[in-house]
């Protein structure tokens, strides 16, 4: 790869992206940018580009923090910077990668140093690299729950802490947050989206021809990534001059109280949470203005301002899409607009207009009247468009004897359309029994970075959690051997015990979902939607990959693999088609094939399979219950942890999901017992004591 960067004015298009990135580079008070768009739209090379633009900092020589030479860190760890000499540099973007370390992030302590020389020995993090520059977060979405939670510590109070066995190291922590994440893969927690200042949705444009110029450039730049560099030369510099100059009249710019009227008026009306939103509003709008070179602020600057500031922060639950209805967004700037000035009073001698005397701008009677002003009003409609008179009429046009159409119980062999979920509920927690080691989250027990510590154990690798009890009781009964002469412990390396913390980790929920005739009833669907509906939104509160096959006809589909993405199920889910058989065993036998691949890409991820039927079986000849029942077997013996959601209604139940949950070793629980202000959990009642499940949990 060339250490050339590509030239931010050579890439095509995007203005809302490019528009927020300058902005931030202009005020980084703005909050940062994150970036939502489909996957190969040139998101990493935008920001990586934006790094050549930015100013250069002051900062005091040898300093690994950073330090403003103005405004030093009083509490920087490489000590106090007095008068110390000062240097310019390039502003620094550091990336982090998604699988980056603790360690990584804030720094690393080195504890049997600092126990047993009474040193600190610290080595800086990416947020110390990041200081007063850009941190850029590719795949934002997929960073695990403890990572997050450092970068909103460090984003709320500009200062990273490490803090290990009461030693602990502080410096100041200020930086431009940038993220790129492609939807399908996943949200981000809210905590973490309200930090973005602004957020920018992008897609490649459909325009053959601005698609062609895109690889064109491309092309050249990997051809001779120099030789491309210098055609965009100028335009750089100008651009980096640019923004130079906003940062210089960022300070005059004047916020007057109809523009803050507005911003405030705005939030309010779209129901955002907290006061953050106005903030940023109001310094997005004063960067435009000293963007566009103007010291006020103007409506069309507060009307930009709510496009990139309000989208990411109406957000009522994971399955919303970011969005601004912007006739509201425009109706609420008028009516909080300046007033217009009073009419002057007429005086005596002037006499008053009729702007309009015959009514029309013709003068030939009121307007679109026709000949003698028409008086009236169009005739009603009807919703497409012809008069209300033949809509009532069409009903004579209608077939004498028409077809009979079976209202709630389609022909197996017949599809029926859609129908949509019910609304969503709180659900009981479904756990898979055991400890795991799998990725932190909120559903099964694990062993993880977070939680309560259980016990002590020898390291593994790098000493990072240190046990202090544990490692003091390892090394007293040898001190006289080792010949203890002060108040000092003598520590050796074997002495060192470290924390084995349980907390909680995710796990794949695998969704078998029923779309055959038996459960086609529109109501009985909508019921079972809602249920799925309700279980996804719990998978995205407890931070699980989920995927769904779904079963009808004659076969079963993989209707959505393994992803973090919730609102992709979600929309799988409400578009799902009903009716024909119930190929029961093909759907169980395709999820012990997701589930046995699935274990070999992730063998930490512990699943959780939720089959969502009635239990029916008429795939497959006489024997389809048979086969159902064996295929059910496959999966207890590989010590699958699962839920029958059992969707039969009806005066008579046959007990058909009973007798699968039997055979799968699962719970089975109602449509009635999912919500949870139901029973104590089904699944802790009945959690499974094959030998199979144990070793597997």
Same mark, same amino acid.
């Given at each position: /790869?060339?250490?050339?960067?590509?030239?931010?004015?050579?890439?095509?298009?995007?203005?809302?992206?490019?528009?927020?990135?300058?902005?931030?580079?202009?005020?980084?008070?703005?909050?940062?940018?994150?970036?939502?768009?489909?996957?190969?739209?040139?998101?990493?090379?935008?920001?990586?580009?934006?790094?050549?633009?930015?100013?250069?900092?002051?900062?005091?020589?040898?300093?690994?923090?950073?330090?403003?030479?103005?405004?030093?860190?009083?509490?920087?760890?490489? &000590?106090?910077?007095?008068?110390?000499?000062?240097?310019?540099?390039?502003?620094?973007?550091?990336?982090?990668?998604?699988?980056?370390?603790?360690?990584?992030? !804030?720094?690393?302590?080195?504890?049997?140093?600092?126990?047993?020389?009474?040193?600190?020995?610290?080595?800086?993090?990416?947020?110390?690299?990041?200081?007063?520059? !850009?941190?850029?977060?590719?795949?934002?979405?997929?960073?695990?729950?403890?990572?997050?939670?450092?970068?909103? +510590?460090?984003?709320?109070? &500009?200062?990273?802490?490490?803090?290990?066995?009461? !030693?602990?190291?502080?410096?100041?922590?200020?930086?431009?947050?940038?993220?790129?994440?492609?939807?399908?893969?996943?949200?981000?927690?809210?905590?973490?989206?309200?930090?973005?200042?602004?957020? *920018?949705?992008?897609?490649?444009?459909?325009?053959?021809?601005?698609?062609?110029? *895109?690889?064109?450039?491309?092309?050249?730049?990997?051809?001779?990534?120099?030789?491309?560099?210098?055609?965009?030369?100028?335009?750089?510099?100008?651009?980096?001059?640019?923004?130079?100059?906003?940062?210089?009249?960022?300070?005059?710019?004047?916020?007057?109280?109809?523009?803050?009227?507005?911003?405030?008026?705005?939030?309010?009306?779209?129901?955002?949470?907290?006061?953050?939103?106005?903030?940023?509003?109001?310094?997005?709008?004063?960067?435009?203005?000293?963007?566009?070179?103007?010291?006020?602020?103007?409506?069309?600057?507060?009307?930009?301002?709510?496009?990139?500031?309000?989208?990411?922060?109406?957000?009522?639950?994971?399955?919303?899409?970011?969005?601004?209805?912007?006739?509201?967004? +425009?109706?609420?700037?008028?009516?909080?607009?300046?007033?217009?000035?009073?009419?002057?009073?007429?005086?005596?001698?002037?006499?008053?207009?009729?702007?309009?005397?015959?009514?029309?701008?013709?003068?030939?009677?009121?307007?679109?009247?026709?000949?003698?002003?028409?008086?009236?009003?169009?005739?009603?409609?009807?919703?497409?468009?012809?008069?209300?008179?033949?809509?009532?009429?069409?009903?004579?046009?209608?077939?004498?004897?028409?077809?009979?159409?079976?209202?709630?119980?389609?022909?197996?062999?017949?599809?029926?359309?859609?129908?949509?979920?019910?609304?969503?509920?709180?659900?009981?927690?479904?756990?898979? +029994?055991?400890?795991?080691?799998?990725?932190?989250?909120?559903?099964?027990?694990?062993?993880?970075?977070?939680?309560?510590?259980?016990?002590?154990?020898?390291?593994?690798?790098?000493?990072?959690?240190?046990?202090?009890?544990?490692?003091?009781?390892?090394?007293?009964?040898?001190?006289?051997?080792?010949?203890?002469?002060?108040?000092?412990?003598?520590?050796?390396?074997?002495?060192?015990?470290?924390?084995?913390?349980?907390?909680?980790?995710?796990?794949?929920?695998?969704?078998?979902?029923?779309?055959?005739?038996?459960?086609?009833?529109?109501?009985? /669907?909508?019921?079972?939607?809602?249920?799925?509906?309700?279980?996804?939104?719990?998978?995205?509160?407890?931070?699980?990959?989920?995927?769904?096959?779904?079963?009808?006809?004659?076969?079963?589909?993989?209707?959505?693999?393994?992803?973090?993405?919730?609102?992709?199920?979600?929309?799988?889910?409400?578009?799902?088609?009903?009716?024909?058989?119930?190929?029961?065993?093909?759907?169980?036998?395709?999820?012990?094939?997701?589930?046995?691949?699935?274990?070999?890409?992730?063998?930490?991820?512990?699943?959780?399979?939720? *089959?969502?039927?009635?239990?029916?079986?008429?795939?497959?000849?006489?024997?389809?219950?048979?086969?159902?029942?064996?295929?059910? &077997?496959?999966?207890?013996?590989?010590? *699958?942890?699962?839920?029958?959601? +059992?969707?039969?209604?009806?005066?008579?139940?046959? &007990?058909?999901?009973?007798?699968?949950?039997?055979?799968?070793?699962?719970?089975?629980?109602?449509?009635?017992?999912?919500?949870?202000?139901?029973?104590?959990?089904?699944?802790?009642?009945?959690?499974?004591?094959?030998?199979?499940?144990?070793?597997?949990?």
């Amino acid at each position: /790869m060339s250490d050339v960067r590509y030239p931010f004015t050579a890439i095509v298009g995007m203005a809302d992206l490019r528009l927020g990135l300058l902005l931030n580079a202009v005020s980084p008070a703005v909050g940062g940018v994150l970036v939502r768009g489909e996957k190969g739209t040139a998101k990493s090379t935008m920001v990586r580009a934006l790094a050549g633009l930015l100013p250069s900092i002051a900062t005091v020589d040898g300093c690994r923090f950073a330090c403003d030479p103005a405004a030093p860190d009083p509490q920087c760890p490489d &000590g106090a910077h007095g008068g110390a000499p000062a240097s310019p540099r390039p502003a620094r973007l550091v990336e982090l990668p998604v699988g980056v370390s603790e360690d990584r992030i !804030v720094g690393s302590l080195d504890l049997e140093r600092a126990l047993a020389e009474g040193v600190k020995a610290y080595e800086p993090g990416l947020l110390a690299q990041a200081h007063r520059g !850009v941190l850029y977060i590719d795949e934002v979405n997929l960073l695990q729950d403890h990572v997050v939670d450092l970068l909103l +510590d460090a984003a709320a109070m &500009g200062r990273s802490y490490v803090e290990r066995e009461g !030693v602990s190291v502080r410096h100041a922590a200020r930086f431009l947050l940038v993220g790129t994440m492609n939807p399908e893969e996943g949200e981000l927690r809210p905590q973490l989206l309200d930090r973005f200042g602004l957020t *920018v949705e992008i897609a490649a444009t459909r325009e053959p021809a601005e698609r062609a110029e *895109v690889v064109r450039r491309r092309l050249a730049y990997d051809a001779d990534p120099a030789a491309f560099a210098a055609r965009f030369a100028g335009e750089e510099r100008a651009l980096a001059a640019r923004i130079t100059a906003a940062r210089e009249l960022l300070g005059r710019v004047e916020l007057t109280d109809t523009a803050l009227r507005q911003i405030t008026a705005v939030c309010a009306a779209f129901e955002v949470d907290g006061l953050r939103a106005d903030i940023v509003m109001a310094r997005t709008a004063v960067a435009l203005a000293a963007w566009a070179g103007r010291t006020e602020v103007l409506a069309e600057d507060v009307r930009k301002a709510a496009q990139l500031a309000l989208p990411h922060r109406r957000r009522r639950n994971p399955f919303d899409a970011p969005g601004l209805d912007e006739e509201q967004l +425009d109706r609420v700037l008028e009516e909080h607009a300046e007033p217009e000035p009073e009419p002057q009073p007429r005086g005596p001698e002037e006499p008053e207009e009729d702007p309009d005397p015959e009514g029309g701008p013709d003068g030939g009677g009121p307007q679109d009247g026709g000949p003698g002003g028409g008086g009236g009003a169009p005739e009603p409609s009807g919703p497409d468009g012809p008069p209300v008179e033949a809509a009532e009429g069409a009903e004579a046009a209608q077939p004498a004897d028409p077809q009979p159409v079976p209202a709630q119980h389609p022909s197996p062999a017949r599809e029926s359309a859609p129908v949509a979920a019910g609304d969503p509920y709180r659900t009981r927690l479904f756990a898979v +029994d055991g400890t795991g080691r799998g990725a932190q989250g909120r559903r099964s027990p694990a062993e993880t970075d977070g939680g309560h510590t259980i016990r002590a154990r020898r390291p593994r690798g790098r000493l990072a959690r240190l046990h202090l009890s544990a490692t003091l009781r390892a090394a007293a009964p040898h001190q006289v051997a080792r010949g203890r002469s002060s108040r000092a412990l003598v520590l050796h390396k074997d002495d060192f015990r470290e924390q084995v913390r349980q907390g909680r980790e995710s796990n794949l929920v695998l969704f078998v979902v029923d779309a055959s005739g038996s459960m086609a009833a529109r109501q009985r /669907m909508t019921a079972v939607k809602g249920a799925v509906l309700s279980l996804l939104m719990d998978a995205y509160q407890r931070r699980d990959k989920i995927g769904m096959i779904t079963f009808r006809g004659a076969s079963a589909e993989l209707a959505l693999p393994p992803t973090s993405s919730v609102e992709v199920g979600a929309a799988r889910l409400e578009s799902l088609p009903t009716g024909g058989r119930t190929p029961l065993a093909a759907g169980l036998l395709r999820a012990h094939e997701v589930l046995r691949v699935e274990r070999l890409r992730d063998p930490d991820r512990r699943p959780l399979l939720v *089959v969502v039927t009635d239990g029916r079986a008429t795939g497959g000849g006489r024997d389809a219950v048979a086969q159902s029942h064996r295929a059910a &077997g496959l999966l207890a013996a590989q010590g *699958v942890a699962s839920v029958v959601l +059992d969707c039969e209604s009806g005066p008579v139940r046959l &007990g058909l999901a009973g007798a699968l949950a039997a055979r799968l070793r699962a719970a089975s629980v109602t449509l009635d017992e999912l919500r949870a202000d139901g029973v104590a959990s089904l699944v802790r009642e009945n959690r499974p004591t094959s030998p199979a499940m144990r070793k597997a949990a």
